[in-house]
């Protein structure tokens, strides 16, 4: 029987990822599944942060979920591969799970002229070098340019993401990456917090540098991805249905939420 598709995150950020998957694709049932209570993910180790993703994953597993979206940059860099090569072969071919980072490291190559690119992320995500690997694997010619932001998350997740002060500290990182490379004509987003900062972000880099959000990107792909795996959407349901589910108090959640996906969210608790 059809299931929903799952998106999971460790915070709030893949509400954005979320919001623009639904907006492509607003005839899918979906099961949206926050770890808020355990984050952020980003500090914690590489086997911390694969056993907690994948015991999320295999909660919106036993939901009916057969796709799984990792809406998270760190889950997608530390756990992603490992639960792709080693926990889903014994399921059998019904059950797959995606990630972020992929998609945007594929369209990324073919957007540089200079090949020059820049990475804006959380601290977790530049150590992992996923996207210099990522890239490297498609692209292997195009040099990559990180730029840690440990401010972004903590003023986004505060809702001090519009007032000024959060204006000293987008110019900083931005010129910091800018400073690597005077080439740099594209600049991935890469977490999916950085959304809400677009217009910030987007006036601090000069205009002639392409910016790159995941929602849309990932939205686009997952929506070709659907099409070319006719045996992965018919396990898809299709009515339109929404459910939110957080580890935290659902009233924090909630609160904090709508700034992400847009609107507002009844979530319910889910225990683990």
């Known amino acids: 029987m059809p299931g929903p598709i799952g998106i999971f995150d460790s915070g709030y950020g893949g509400l954005t990822v979320f919001r623009e998957i639904e907006a492509q694709l607003p005839q899918y049932d979906y099961i949206y599944f926050g770890d808020n209570a355990r984050a952020p993910y980003g500090a914690r180790s590489f086997d911390t942060i694969y056993k907690y993703t994948l015991e999320c994953v295999r909660h919106l597993f036993d939901m009916d979920c057969r796709l799984v979206i990792l809406a998270c940059n760190t889950a997608s860099a530390k756990a992603l591969r490992t639960i792709q090569q080693h926990d889903l072969p014994p399921l059998g071919p019904g059950y797959r799970v995606l990630g972020v980072i992929r998609p945007t490291t594929e369209l990324v190559g073919r957007i540089t002229h200079s090949g020059h690119v820049g990475v804006l992320a959380t601290p977790g995500t530049v150590q992992s070098e996923s996207y210099i690997l990522e890239i490297h694997h498609f692209f292997p010619e195009v040099q990559v340019f990180q730029q840690a932001c440990p401010m972004w998350v903590?003023?986004?997740?505060?809702?001090?993401?519009?007032?000024?002060?959060?204006?000293?500290?987008?110019?900083?990182?931005?010129?910091?990456?800018?400073?690597?490379?005077?080439?740099?004509?594209?600049?991935?987003?890469?977490?999916?917090h950085y959304p809400l900062l677009w217009d910030k972000i987007r006036s601090a880099v000069p205009g002639h540098i392409h910016l790159l959000a995941q929602g849309r990107i990932v939205a686009d792909r997952l929506a070709d991805y659907l099409i070319r795996h006719p045996e992965m959407d018919v396990l898809c349901g299709k009515n339109g249905q929404r459910t939110f589910f957080t580890t935290e108090t659902p009233e924090v959640f909630d609160a904090k939420a709508s700034h992400f996906y847009g609107k507002e969210i009844r979530s319910r608790h889910f225990e683990l």
Do not use: R
């Open 154 to 192: 903590p003023l986004i997740e505060n809702n001090e993401h519009e007032g000024p002060g959060a204006d000293y500290f987008v110019e900083k990182c931005v010129q910091e990456l800018l400073a690597q490379s005077t080439q740099i004509d594209a600049i991935i987003l890469g977490c999916t």
